[in-house]
């Protein structure tokens, strides 16, 4: 049995205070939303932990397999108004003396319950981490300095024994496989990492009614207790988990359909009432159902308890690093695109805008672009990496930075960082009026010189119509663009 889940199973390390709040404080009657909230930008980094002979299990390894991940992060956490931001990787070998330590059943009844140190030494080292070994990890990362105080990090070995994963509590650590790197196994640590705990209520004393008050509306129910029991969170299950280890897999969840079939009681005798979010949610242990999913208060969590963090003063970062590039360089001689990629995840607009930058603008400067003219986008599921970069003449419009999140939210509309390389400005161009406003060949055609056919205030000059602009560029390039402008 313990074969059968071991490797999903996910192994909470505690660093620090982790007390509950006291249940003499009675709840707040207004749940937390993602309301208002500023943007929350962490740094993320990893590290791809090899065989003490620099071997990674014949595992044929790239960047993009960190990329996918940081892509899978932001398409979930975006949503709560949570950005991660990649920083890299590095290789470390693992050291020779690392030990054998299965995790054994010393009490025979088929559930492992001991770390056995043995005197035979591991060749595959922190290479492949068993349950045991983890705990000798993260000291030796600590003392080697395999560690960045200003970002998450991300140890990934090629393989792990006896877990699914590891991750701190409020801390800047965690341990993913290569192989569970890009499921929902990296987006549950990453989620312990921000503040969170797992659904279920381990000692079984979170209550199972959810409901504030009691049927008058009034009176707060005395058995309420979601704000102070379990992981603290009241949009959130209450139940002892799903997953039992020595029994069926797992004993009240139709698996194959992902639906709870009940059979759970909480410790004062009430049935849990489980949703089928409670079982898709990236913190439970319903393993074979979880998928993507946090709940808005899970979200509005993180926020509060991030920025109340010292360990997280570091790693928070303003929208402003969204806006570089994670590799590459700015070209100041190409007039079409640059060298400067971005990294994956994002729903990229690059649209139009006028410089002379040849390197890109100052963040939150002021310059003209034109946001319904797109000269390049690249999708959040975009999984050809070198299809995301910055053209020239363009600045970067990120789409989930503008996801309202409240009735009055503080957002980033404007584009930022315009690139645009002045010697590289059209030569000369045409502007086309279709005088009827369809497309046929009653058409006005006017041209223009360097002057014209740059000058940043001419479309918005145009009258209401239908145009075509084309530009002309020293190199021999063309650009060609076309204008509705309507009635204000």
Request: with cysteine; charged share 20%.
């Amino acid at each position: 049995m313990f074969s059968q889940t071991a490797d999903n199973s996910c192994l909470l390390e505690f660093e620090g205070n982790t007390a509950n709040p006291s249940c003499t404080d009675p709840p707040s009657t207004q749940p937390p939303t993602l309301d208002g909230l500023e943007p929350l930008v962490l740094n993320v980094y990893f590290w791809k932990v090899n065989d003490p002979n620099g071997n990674y299990g014949g595992i044929n390894f790239s960047e993009d397999k960190f990329l996918e991940a940081i892509a899978s992060a932001n398409r979930m956490y975006n949503a709560s108004n949570i950005f991660f931001k990649y920083r890299g990787y590095e290789d470390i070998d693992s050291p020779s003396n690392v030990y054998l330590e299965p995790y054994l059943d010393t009490d025979f009844d088929s559930i492992p319950d001991t770390c056995v140190l043995q005197p035979q030494l591991d060749p595959e080292g922190y290479g492949n981490i068993s349950r045991c070994q983890r705990l000798r990890f993260y000291p030796w990362i600590s003392n080697q300095n395999h560690i960045k105080q200003d970002a998450i990090n991300v140890y990934v070995p090629y393989k792990l024994t006896g877990f699914g994963g590891s991750g701190i509590y409020g801390g800047n650590r965690n341990i993913v496989s290569i192989g569970k790197l890009n499921e929902t196994n990296f987006l549950h640590e990453l989620g312990h990492n921000v503040g969170l705990l797992h659904t279920r209520t381990e000692n079984g004393s979170e209550h199972a009614t959810r409901d504030i008050y009691l049927p008058d509306g009034v009176t707060l129910n005395p058995d309420f207790n979601a704000h102070c029991k379990g992981d603290q969170i009241i949009d959130t299950a209450a139940n002892r988990g799903f997953w039992k280890p020595g029994t069926d897999h797992y004993p009240f969840v139709d698996e194959e359909n992902c639906v709870y079939e009940g059979g759970e009681f909480d410790n004062i005798g009430q049935p849990y009432d489980i949703t089928y979010e409670d079982l898709i949610n990236v913190m439970g242990d319903a393993y074979d159902c979880t998928q993507r999913y946090l709940t808005i208060e899970q979200g509005a969590f993180i926020h509060n308890f991030v920025r109340n963090d010292a360990t997280f003063i570091p790693i928070i970062q303003s929208p402003e690093v969204l806006f570089e590039p994670y590799k590459g360089e700015y070209s100041d001689t190409s007039p079409v695109t640059s060298l400067a990629y971005f990294q994956p995840g994002f729903d990229y607009d690059f649209v139009e805008c006028v410089g002379p930058y040849p390197e890109p603008a100052i963040y939150n400067e002021m310059f003209y672009f034109y946001r319904n003219n797109v000269i390049h986008t690249a999708s959040a599921d975009e999984d050809d990496y070198n299809l995301i970069y910055h053209p020239n003449h363009s600045a970067i419009m990120i789409q989930q930075l503008q996801q309202p999140s409240g009735p009055a939210p503080q957002l980033i509309r404007d584009a930022q960082k315009c690139y645009d390389i002045s010697s590289f400005w059209a030569a000369n161009g045409s502007l086309t009026k279709f005088n009827d406003n369809v497309f046929n060949g009653n058409v006005t055609i006017t041209p223009m010189d360097s002057t014209t056919i740059n000058n940043p205030q001419m479309v918005e000059n145009l009258e209401p119509g239908l145009y075509v602009v084309d530009k002309n560029y020293e190199d021999g390039t063309t650009q060609q663009n076309v204008i509705l402008k309507e009635n204000e």
